[in-house]
């Protein structure tokens, strides 16, 4: 993939003199869905597959991006001057978000690069591309300039410049399973503290296998932001009777006590989501220590319910292919990752039912909601690196 980006690189910028090759990861989301913003645990791991970026340093403050993902584009000239916040304003505002959040973190970025992208990870399938293009932008510019960053940083720098540049109130997940992400290991981080710890994702005689729904989701456009402040509310109703700093705080029993403080039937289902589900990720991690991966998926599983029920962020495309998914002998786990409204599922498969779930769960899908999904065998990877 290197040289194919390198290539590009020369053949859009006339030569390639001086340019460095990068690459970071996706990221999929095992348990803990929803829970990043509200003080909980979430155990996602980094993709082998991700962004990778052809990059080179400018004598001068402009910027010049291309990406083979959005050729029809053909290069798009800004400079260093220019890095407005603004929201859907194509694929660039990622790594501009992430040069002005450097800015305003105190560390001016002193000169433009130019810069070829190519991701293989499905665009906008809920597999994190923006926030890959993001973590590799920190990363390049602190191999560039030797800002004083640590991967963590990257993270947050990353999502600051999601939050405040692109106007998209996302958690730390994404960021920092991407900037953080170890070979065949999830990261059990907690959302509260950024406290965190590797488990290694050993499944014997099984493989994670993602099913991409097709159904494109932006963020922005999205009700993600509406799920966030329906959170906020319910906690502020909760604080009222029982002092916490996030839901993430309470257990089940604890929530229960106190629930009737929240005033609306919905947000007492989408706190209810948001306290048990980070209740079930804690579980899903001892379980997967423990070895017992049938029950690790017995959690994805009721994930799936409580995102599909109280949360309600699956929607018929991902429905059908979880529902489809557990029918198929050899399945272990299913459920919707990511933000959700789109994007994919994630599946614990063993190996020899692989083929069986493609064929399967592909039939149904394309006859009942009338297009294709795509599946992907996933490898757990490392995080950014210089290639
Ligand atoms: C998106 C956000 C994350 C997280 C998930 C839902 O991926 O970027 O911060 O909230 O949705 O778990």
Not at 81 to 97: F, H, M
Not at 137 to 149: K, P
Not at 239 to 259: H, R
């Amino acid at each position: 993939m290197k040289d194919m980006v390198m290539r590009k690189f020369q053949e859009v910028f006339g030569d390639a003199e001086g340019a460095k090759c990068y690459f970071a990861p996706g990221r999929v989301n095992l348990i803990g869905e929803h829970t990043d913003y509200n003080g909980g645990h979430v155990f996602p791991c980094a993709l082998t597959i991700g962004t990778y970026g052809a990059a080179r340093r400018r004598q001068d403050n402009r910027l010049r991006f291309y990406s083979v993902n959005f050729e029809k584009l053909g290069v798009i000239e800004s400079s260093l001057e220019e890095l407005v916040p603004s929201k859907e304003a194509g694929w660039t505002n990622y790594p501009k978000g992430v040069m002005w959040a450097f800015g305003e973190k105190g560390m001016q970025v002193p000169f433009g690069m130019d810069l070829v992208l190519y991701g293989n990870i499905p665009n906008g399938s809920g597999l994190s591309s923006s926030a890959s293009v993001e973590i590799l932008t920190g990363y390049i510019l602190r191999d560039f300039f030797g800002f004083e960053v640590s991967n963590q940083d990257l993270a947050l720098i990353g999502q600051y410049a999601e939050n405040n540049f692109n106007k998209v109130n996302c958690g730390i997940m994404d960021q920092f399973a991407i900037a953080m992400g170890k070979k065949d290991n999830a990261i059990f981080l907690d959302t509260a503290d950024l406290s965190f710890e590797y488990a290694p994702i050993t499944l014997e005689g099984a493989k994670i296998v993602i099913a991409s729904s097709n159904k494109k989701r932006g963020l922005g456009d999205s009700k993600y932001n509406e799920r966030r402040s329906e959170c906020e509310t319910a906690l502020a109703e909760l604080q009222q009777v029982v002092e916490i700093k996030g839901l993430g705080d309470l257990d089940e029993e604890t929530f229960e006590k106190y629930v009737s403080a929240i005033k609306s039937e919905v947000r007492r289902r989408r706190a209810k989501h948001a306290v048990y589900e980070n209740q079930r990720t804690i579980r899903a991690v001892e379980a997967l220590k423990a070895n017992d991966v049938a029950l690790f998926g017995k959690l994805m599983n009721a994930s799936q319910v409580s995102l599909r029920d109280d949360y309600e962020v699956t929607g018929i495309e991902l429905d059908t292919l979880v529902e489809e998914a557990w029918k198929i002998e050899g399945v272990i786990g299913s459920r919707m990752t990511g933000a959700g409204f789109g994007g994919c599922t994630v599946s614990i498969v063993k190996d020899e039912a692989i083929d069986s779930f493609i064929e399967n769960v592909g039939k149904a899908y394309e006859a009942k909601i009338g297009y294709a999904a795509d599946f992907y065998v996933v490898e757990v990877g490392n995080g950014p690196v210089t290639l």
